[in-house]
């Protein structure tokens, strides 16, 4: 049972360069969600899919797109890329609201 | 007003000692609270989560709830170096499914 799975786990960009961060669970979960993390900040909503079909800006969703392909797989893209996100980023998945989030191990993207 | 409030830390306790987190969130409608223990370069994990108003207990770990006073606390008795970590508090604003974090207490257990 993999969990939640994220690709790549290390990313270097140079600015105005696009890709796309793969995300899937197995857990047959009907949330799923993307985070970046920087110091001092925790962790920062990007968007969020409550289910399969739907999908919302969170705190700081500028400059990022998101899809959420199938009721798996939530992928999060960044069109042109800029130093300011250069980050660690998180997927996470949840069943509910009212229960435990899984994250991915993480990918930690650098823009240069 | 940030959606969940932490004092970043760091905060330093003896081992043995209790060590107290607190988490102030400010959606009255919130229904579902949660406590993560990131370690650095980890990813975040679940310690305890939270629903009703009162103290739940696990093992060494307590989590404290107060909707009245939109607070929430967790309480690590006898720590331990191991637990050396950032605590991570989170919510469901409203009950939905928009989970939000906050900026996480880093603790640091010292011999």
């Known amino acids: 049972n993999a969990g939640v799975t994220q690709t790549p786990k290390f990313q270097v960009l140079k600015t105005g360069q696009s890709m796309t961060l793969q995300c899937a669970q197995d857990?047959?979960?009907?949330?799923m969600y993307w985070y970046r993390q920087d110091p001092g900040m925790g962790l920062r909503l990007i968007y969020y899919?409550?289910?399969?079909?739907?999908?919302d800006k969170g705190e700081v969703p500028n400059g990022y797109n998101v899809s959420r392909l199938n009721k798996r797989e939530f992928s999060l893209r960044l069109e042109s890329a800029a130093p300011s996100q250069t980050s660690v980023y998180f997927c996470?998945?949840?069943?509910?609201?009212?229960?435990?989030?899984?994250f991915g191990q993480g990918t930690r993207l650098t823009v240069v | 007003q940030k959606e969940v409030e932490q004092n970043s830390g760091p905060l330093s306790v003896p081992e043995g000692a209790i060590a107290s987190l607190n988490c102030t969130y400010s959606?009255?409608?919130?229904?579902?609270f949660f406590w993560y223990r990131q370690y650095s370069g980890k990813s975040p994990e679940l310690i305890m989560s939270?629903?009703?108003?009162g103290d739940k207990e696990d093992g060494r770990f307590t989590a404290q709830l107060n909707k009245a006073s939109q607070y929430v606390s967790l309480l690590i008795r006898d720590s331990q170096p191991s637990d050396s970590a950032t605590y991570l508090c989170?919510?469901?604003?409203?009950?939905?499914?928009?989970?939000?974090f906050g900026t996480g207490t880093q603790l640091k257990v010292e011999l």
């Open positions: 939270i629903y009703s108003n």
């Open positions: 996470a998945s949840t069943g509910t609201s009212n229960t435990e989030a899984f």
């Open positions: 959606d009255r409608g919130s229904q579902s």
């Open positions: 989170a919510v469901n604003p409203g009950g939905g499914n928009k989970l939000t």
């Open positions: 899919s409550a289910s399969e079909g739907t999908t």
């Open positions: 857990m047959n979960h009907n949330s």
